[in-house]
């Protein structure tokens, strides 16, 4: 049994694959290739039931041995048992030829229940896979319609900054021809500003330099009448100054002459 058991989960990973879509050999769709030619009822009815296919492809002997719940019961042995779920039940998706699983099985030396137990828990294990996989994945129709949002919502924001460009584009030409403008007016009185100051400056230059030319003439004046005024004073001055030599050389002489003649009085008499 131990043999068998190896050779069985050296097959295992074969059919561990989380595939979505089985491609048995091509034995399975020559055999499947003719439901195309059944009636419609016929296929509805393998649709609704899809262990339809694989009960009336069993053997005699297979139909006689089928798994019943009196016989041999899953719970009865331990590694086999599951949790209980309050979950109604759904039809169940096999992604793979379980028939040709459980007779390989059979073939292995495991019996039909045994077979058919890991056939459950083997198709539940890929079904949860292909559930924690398909978990995070997405519809293709979400896929498109969120590429197609993303897209109008890329040519909305497109539209907006291009609105916005022209419109700070235009809004910025208009306050740089505004600021041009109030520029050139404010050149132009400016520069009207400075020729009345410069006409203002320059009147008062003028006004400034004939006052000043007519203080100098002024003061040239004054000047002239004090050298007048002071020669005429130096001349005053000279003749009273010759006026008093002319005296006290008369004084001078008057008092040589009686000293003299004091002196021959005195020597006359002394004689």
Known sequence: MAKPAAMAVDA?????????????????????????????????????????LHDSNRSPKCRSTTFNPKRASILETPGLMRSFHATPARRRDHHFDTLKFVQRLKSEGFTEVQAEAMMKVLNDVIQESIQNLTRTMVLREDAAKATYTQKVDFAKLRSELLSADSTESNTTRASHEKLSNDIAKLSSRLRDE???????????LNLEKGRIREEAVG?????????????????????????????TLQWLMGVCTGFAALLLGAWRLLM
């Open 12 to 52: 295992l990973p074969r059919f561990l694959l989380p595939r979505l879509s089985w491609t048995g050999p091509a034995t399975a769709s020559q055999a499947l290739r003719p439901l195309v030619t059944l009636p419609a009822s016929s296929r509805r009815r393998l649709h609704t039931q899809p262990n339809a």
């Open 219 to 247: 003061q040239e004046l004054k000047i002239k009448e004090t050298e007048t005024k002071i020669e005429q004073e130096v001349a005053a001055l000279r003749e009273k100054l010759e006026q008093v030599k002319f005296q």
């Open 194 to 204: 400075i020729g009345r100051t410069q006409a203002s400056v320059r009147l008062d």
